[in-house]
């Protein structure tokens, strides 16, 4: 069986980085984080540069993984070799089940959504248009990383000048700039100021989410040693800037009541300076966004699949390289299958509320994936390390207890809200279901 081939550069790691994490968030989520934090534009502000740090301490910590051990799988692998078979088995379960797929689906039926404001469609035929995203994604993919990366670089490149654009125009036009330093102070003290603030970063971390993703393609990045820690620098670097300008330009041109009181800001400040008829220029910058991000799930995310196989705790097919296309093609098209079948049973507010359940599930493992880095460092004691994440132990400990804090919060907040609490113990549910497979796939591989 061939090997996975080593084709993705600086360039295609570093766009890769940028082009999972860029979804839908930007385009949606800053009016409901100033909400969260009662309006205070400066606290709002601040939770987008938080998690824009969180995040750049969890990839520098990763870049050192991924560095020492440049193998397909990612975080999965990092799990497992720090604290065993079992922990990353059950990341990689919630993985396929609903992380990965979940979150395909969910893009694919936001991109229908999208679509259907420029191309008037019934709900049906947007579930169609779901599927036929995923079909494509999923072909590219199984065709070839040299051919996915390429899409990725260049969805990635469009999206990227569209919002730095539509930024300008907003800084430049807008006429609510003299409204912001009035809001910039907090209105909340104590316990609920801090309640409020955790709140607004689980959804900004939700903004931010995806930075993770690269790893997976460790076996396939060129020169790993030296790709990953300057990648992952840049791109973390990149997003929060990018993300701080699109926030300001929604307040120069909506205002912070505005903002506030938009669920679709992007659209509405776009529309509030530009006139109606620049929405659809949103909608199609979400559009290549929602395709962006859903070809690099699926460009990635198979990889822990393929790795869970070939530690024979998967179907053993899923660890099958294309001898044609040098792609995990099995892995690519089971994540391709599912999450057609996932986007086909429901619509896209069930699928928000399945991921939020899930969020807390992912920060368990984005934090164990982090602590991962001292037991791995203790095991390579008197071997040279090929990166070494600046600020050890602190960089790593800090990620680790944000996200003991996220997961704790999320937890605090679900015993507030009877929904959130359902989407909880679904989520819990989920993960223990990986259990018997565990032991099923276990058994099987020793028999």
């Known amino acids: 069986m061939p090997p996975l081939l080593r084709t993705l550069r600086f360039r295609d790691l570093l766009l890769l980085f940028i082009g999972s994490v860029i979804g839908s968030g930007i385009f949606r989520t800053p009016g409901p984080i100033l909400r969260q934090v009662d309006g205070s534009v400066g606290l709002s502000l601040l939770v987008w540069t938080v998690g824009g740090v969180l995040s750049l301490l969890g990839a520098l910590t990763y870049a050192e993984l991924a560095a020492a051990n440049p193998e397909a799988g990612g975080l999965y692998c990092y799990i497992r070799d720090g604290f065993g078979r079992i922990s990353a088995f059950f990341y990689g379960w919630c993985l396929f089940l609903v992380i990965a797929s979940g979150s395909v689906a969910a893009l694919a039926r936001a991109f229908s959504e999208y679509f259907a404001r420029i191309v008037p469609i019934s709900l049906p035929g947007q579930t169609i248009v779901a599927v036929v995203v995923i079909g494509i994604v999923t072909a590219v993919n199984v065709w070839g990383t040299r051919k996915s990366s390429d899409l990725q670089n260049w969805t990635t490149l469009v999206k990227v000048g569209i919002i730095v654009l539509l930024s300008a125009v907003l800084l430049s036009i807008g006429r609510h700039a003299r409204e912001i330093p009035a809001a910039l102070g907090a209105t909340q003290h104590g316990l609920g100021l801090w309640s409020n603030f955790g709140l607004a970063m689980i959804t900004v971390l939700w903004a931010y989410e995806g930075w993770q993703f690269g790893t997976y393609s460790a076996g396939e990045v060129i020169d790993p040693q030296r790709n990953f820690p300057r990648s992952f620098l840049a791109g973390?670097?990149?997003?929060?800037?990018?993300?701080?300008?699109?926030?300001?330009?929604?307040?120069?041109?909506?205002?912070?009541?505005?903002?506030?009181?938009?669920?679709?800001?992007?659209?509405?400040?776009?529309?509030?300076?530009?006139?109606?008829?620049?929405?659809?220029?949103v909608a199609l910058t979400i559009l290549i966004s929602t395709f962006s991000a859903a070809n690099s799930v699926l460009l990635t995310a198979p990889r822990v699949f393929y790795a869970m196989a070939n530690d024979n705790l998967f179907f053993k097919k899923l660890a099958e390289v294309h001898p044609r296309f040098q792609t995990p093609a099995a892995a690519v098209i089971g994540l391709g299958v599912w999450s057609c079948v996932l986007v086909s049973a429901g619509t896209l507010g069930s699928f928000s509320k399945l991921i939020g359940g899930v969020i807390f599930i992912g920060w368990i493992f984005y934090g164990l994936g982090a602590a991962a880095i001292f037991p791995i460092r203790r095991a390579s004691q008197g071997r040279p390390i090929p990166y070494r994440v600046p600020g050890y132990p602190w960089t790593p400990l800090v990620f680790v207890l944000a996200a003991a804090a996220i997961v704790g919060n999320a937890i605090f907040l679900a015993f507030r809200d009877p929904d959130q609490f359902h989407n909880l113990i679904a989520a819990i549910v989920i993960m223990l279901l990986g259990l018997p497979a565990y032991f099923f796939w276990r058994k099987r591989a020793s028999s």
């Open 236 to 281: 973390s670097l990149m997003l929060i800037g990018l993300y701080l300008l699109a926030v300001v330009a929604y307040l120069f041109a909506l205002g912070p009541a505005g903002m506030a009181a938009s669920d679709t800001i992007a659209a509405n400040a776009v529309g509030q300076v530009l006139g109606p008829w620049a929405e659809k220029i």
